[in-house]
């Protein structure tokens, strides 16, 4: 078994990092040929998703699929941009994040990104076999980050698992 961390920055807008090449280079590091890689966000506003590598970005860099995605999630999921808009966050969660945790009122107005990230998942497993990760022809690992409130840095988990 081996595991490691990726350290991820991330904007105030919807972010997606590649990170693909990193996940190889651990299985490299690990000395593992046949398993299983279980890539996990803790981050209850992001997401880990394989998608395909889209050749064309946005002005922002960003591939033009997961544009796609977050287009189609602001039509089921709209962007949270004022209290009230959604029944969380509440006073209390408000007052409690204040007061413990020294947060900003509308660093709470990220409902949506909580949303988004339940119904992509907050992680991925791949096979390992034969030292190769199996993600298909075009596939890519994604760390995706949907809160729009301020930049952070986030934490990636990799755990590989096998023989």
Known sequence: ???STLKIH??????????????KALTDT?????????IYSQHTTCSVLIQEQSDDI???GTQLIL?????????IIPTCKTEGQYLHPGPIHIEIAQRE?????????????????????????????????????FGRI?????DQVRARDRI???????E
């Open 1 to 3: 078994m081996f595991y």
């Open 10 to 23: 991330t904007d105030s807008r919807p972010t997606f990092h590649d990170i693909t090449p990193e996940v």
């Open 30 to 38: 690990a000395q593992i040929n046949n398993g299983t890689i279980l």
């Open 58 to 60: 946005n002005y922002w």
């Open 67 to 75: 544009q796609d995605m977050v287009n189609v999630f602001e039509k």
């Open 101 to 137: 945790r020294s947060e900003e009122p509308f660093w709470s107005l990220n409902t949506d990104a909580h949303l988004r990230s339940v119904l992509l998942g907050r992680s991925v497993t791949v096979p390992l076999v034969d030292g190769e990760v199996l993600l298909g022809e």
């Open 142 to 146: 994604y760390f995706a980050d949907f």
């Open 156 to 162: 990636v988990h990799v755990l590989i698992q096998g």
